[in-house]
C-alpha cells in the first residue's frame, strides 16, 4: 500500500527555517519521483519542487533561493527545508509521488504550518 | 508559467445530475492536464492525468476532454461521495501549476 506522511514542527518563527519530512511506505524512492506541493489556507496549490529518482533536484523559480530538497532512501524519507520564513509561508505543505508525466498519483495528508513569533 | 484558470469556483447540484467544470490553460499543454479531488480528512486523489485518462479505480462517471487550452471534467449522475473540492494541474511544462479549485456542493 502506498502511502506517504509529512511531519514537522507546526511553529516556525520569522526568518526561521522550516525542516519537514516526507516518510513513505510502499513504494522506493530510486523509482519514483517525490514532488512537494503546499497551499496556503484558502488558496490555491503551488509546487515547490522534486526530487528525482537519480538524487538530483529541481525548484519553483519563486522559492529556489530558499528551498533544499533531498533524501535518504535507506529511510525512506525524502526532506524539506526552506529559510527565511514569512507569514505568506503558512500553508499546509504536502508530499506526493509522481505517477508518471508530472502528475501525482499519491498524496501524503499534508502538514500544516505557521509562522509566529 | 503556465497559468490555470478554473471554473466555475463553485458548483451545487444535486444528486443524479451531471456537472462540468472548465480549465483553461494560458499556453497549450497539449493533453498534458490532470485532475483531482479533495475530500476532509482524505488525501487528494487523482482522477484523470493525459486529459481523459482515467486513473486506476475512477470511476466511469467522470470524464475528461480537451486539449491545448481548454479542458473540461464532467461528472455524470452524481453520487452523494462525489461532493467535494476538484483542482486541475498542468502537466506539460515546469514549474507544474494548478488550477485555484472549484468546490461542488449538495444543493
Known amino acids: 500500500q502506498v502511502q506517504l506522511k509529512e511531519s514537522g514542527p507546526g511553529l516556525v518563527q520569522p526568518s526561521q527555517t522550516l525542516s519537514l519530512t516526507c516518510t513513505v511506505s510502499?513504494?522506493?524512492?530510486?523509482?519514483?519521483?517525490v514532488h512537494w506541493v503546499r497551499q496556503p489556507t484558502g488558496k490555491g496549490l503551488e509546487w515547490m519542487g522534486v526530487?528525482?529518482?537519480?538524487?538530483?533536484?529541481d525548484y519553483n523559480s519563486a522559492l529556489k533561493s530558499r528551498l533544499s530538497i533531498s533524501r535518504d532512501t535507506s529511510k525512506s524519507q525524502v526532506f524539506l527545508k526552506m529559510n527565511s520564513l514569512q507569514t505568506e509561508d503558512i500553508a499546509t505543505y504536502y508530499c506526493?509521488?509522481?505517477?508518471?508525466?508530472?502528475?501525482?498519483?499519491?498524496w501524503g495528508q499534508g502538514a500544516s504550518v505557521t509562522v509566529s513569533s | 508559467d503556465v497559468q490555470m484558470t478554473q471554473s466555475p469556483s463553485y458548483l451545487a447540484a444535486s444528486p443524479g445530475e451531471s456537472v462540468s467544470i472548465s480549465c483553461k490553460a494560458s499556453?497549450?499543454?497539449?493533453?498534458?492536464l490532470a485532475w483531482y479531488q479533495e475530500k476532509p480528512g482524505k488525501t487528494n486523489k487523482l482522477l484523470i492525468y493525459?486529459?481523459?485518462t482515467l486513473q486506476s479505480g475512477t470511476p466511469s462517471r467522470f470524464s475528461g476532454s480537451g486539449s491545448g487550452t481548454d479542458f473540461t471534467l464532467t461528472i455524470r449522475s452524481l453520487e452523494p461521495e462525489d461532493f467535494a473540492v476538484y483542482y486541475c494541474?498542468?502537466?506539460?511544462?515546469?514549474?507544474?501549476?494548478f488550477g485555484s479549485g472549484t468546490k461542488l456542493e449538495i444543493k
Open positions: 499556453k497549450s499543454i497539449n493533453t498534458y
Open positions: 526530487i528525482w529518482t537519480g538524487g538530483s533536484t
Open positions: 494541474q498542468q502537466h506539460n511544462e515546469y514549474p507544474l501549476t
Open positions: 506526493a509521488r509522481e505517477g508518471g508525466d508530472a502528475f501525482m498519483d499519491a
Open positions: 493525459s486529459g481523459s
Open positions: 510502499g513504494f522506493s524512492l530510486t523509482s519514483y519521483n
